[in-house]
């Protein structure tokens, strides 16, 4: 067992004077306190805060001087054909062809002339795939 030590006469007038003490209430709110205290340590907001405006700034500034361009969809295609089409008389039968395939590597199919038939919308993809992959292999 454990004795407590002895106290000494001076030590045990003290005890009894700090005995009789009541503690007051002053009106302390522990939650508010609380509150105060950890807004307290949170520090400063400023420094951030100026840098997000400083690069927002920069950000507009940059936008208004130098605007993005994007490529035109010519651009991303290439231009230069692979094979170049020979030139041909026209009194060869297979110069329309020639003229049309070489129509179709400059411009695509879209610039295709319309056929005397009449083009139908209903035209699938693939088919116009396959027409320009037969004109382009010959």
């Not at 002053?26 to 807004?39: I, K, P, V």
């Not at 400023?46 to 651009?75: D, N, Y």
């Not at 008389?89 to 411009?107: C, F, H, I, N, W």
């Amino acid at each position: 067992m454990q004795r407590e030590p002895e106290l000494s006469p001076a030590q045990q007038k003290l005890e009894a004077l700090l005995g009789q003490l009541n503690p007051s209430v002053t009106g302390l709110d522990r939650d508010r306190l609380m509150f105060q205290a950890g807004r307290a340590s949170r520090g400063s907001h400023r420094p951030w805060q100026a840098a997000c405006v400083v690069l927002t700034l920069l950000l507009g500034c940059s936008l208004m001087i130098c605007p993005q361009q994007t490529p035109s969809p010519h651009e991303w295609v290439q231009t230069t054909p692979l094979v170049t089409p020979v030139d041909v008389a026209t009194s060869d039968p297979a110069s329309g062809y020639l003229k049309l395939q070489r129509q179709v590597m400059e411009e695509g199919l879209d610039h295709l002339p319309k056929s005397k038939r009449g083009w139908s919308p209903r035209r699938s993809r693939f088919e116009q795939e396959r027409l320009m992959a037969k004109l382009l292999s010959s």
